[in-house]
């Protein structure tokens, strides 16, 4: 079953340095997502992502975040100076068309900020 | 934007009784209700999901109901199992993105 691949699983880094994280969408789907799940809270959209751009984004991510196709596999989402706060599971997902289609999430990236 | 209620954040049950998860949202306009499933350490995983235009859906052991007066939804999972046992998330969406409940841990006691 085709599924949405992120990497790296972990990733501990220091306060202030950059960050990307890789994600792999499903080969045929169109939108991607990235949402986050800092511990013990809900699942939050960050953004979504449509041909080649931004379609919706959420007030958490700000200017420090952004996401990129590099090329017609790979989604990233940098995080340009990590705060503590920004310590969180992120999860890939990508749907085949957008409004009301299934979304598929990635198994996660966890992101320790020290 | 859309709020998520869900209920309980926590339910145990004995190996083969029901459990049942509720959830409410607050925006009239969503109409695409999915439930996930979070095993420790992994992502959400789809186990169904229903859209507005009706009010029922099943698939196997599990359920779920939509009453779009109400604006509620739940999820039914019967004969539970021992893997059964993981973290339930409801999820409400009007367009592109999802917003999720806070979760139900979910034990079932062989």
């Known amino acids: 079953e085709p599924e949405v691949t992120q990497t790296p699983s972990h990733q501990v880094t220091q306060m202030g340095q950059e960050v990307i994280l890789r994600c792999v969408p499903i080969?045929?789907?169109?939108?991607f997502y990235w949402y986050r799940q800092i511990l013990g809270q809900k699942v939050e959209f960050l953004v979504s992502?449509?041909?080649?751009?931004?379609?919706?984004k959420s007030e958490i991510f700000d200017d420090q975040f952004s996401v990129e196709r590099p090329d017609g596999s790979n989604f990233t989402l940098k995080i340009r100076s990590t705060k503590l706060e920004d310590s969180a599971m992120y999860f890939c997902?990508?749907?085949?068309?957008?409004?009301?289609?299934?979304?598929?999430f990635g198994e996660g990236s966890w992101l320790t900020v020290v | 934007g859309e709020n998520v209620e869900q209920h309980p954040s926590t339910l145990s049950v004995q190996e083969g009784d029901s459990a049942v998860i509720k959830c409410t949202y607050s925006?009239?306009?969503?109409?695409?209700f999915p439930w996930y499933k979070q095993e420790l350490g992994k992502g959400p995983q789809l186990i169904i999901d229903?859209?507005?235009?009706?009010g029922e859906k099943k698939d196997q052991r599990i359920a779920v109901t939509l009453n779009k007066t109400a604006k509620h939804f739940s999820l039914h999972i019967t004969e539970t199992q021992p893997e059964d046992s993981a973290v339930y998330f409801c999820?409400?969406?009007?367009?592109?993105?999802?917003?999720f409940g806070a979760g139900t841990t979910v034990t079932v006691r062989a």
């Open positions: 997902a990508s749907s085949e068309t957008g409004y009301g289609n299934t979304i598929y």
């Open positions: 080969s045929n789907h169109l939108y």
């Open positions: 992502f449509y041909n080649n751009e931004i379609s919706e």
């Open positions: 925006d009239s306009a969503s109409n695409y």
């Open positions: 229903i859209r507005s235009n009706v």
């Open positions: 999820a409400a969406a009007n367009d592109y993105k999802l917003s």
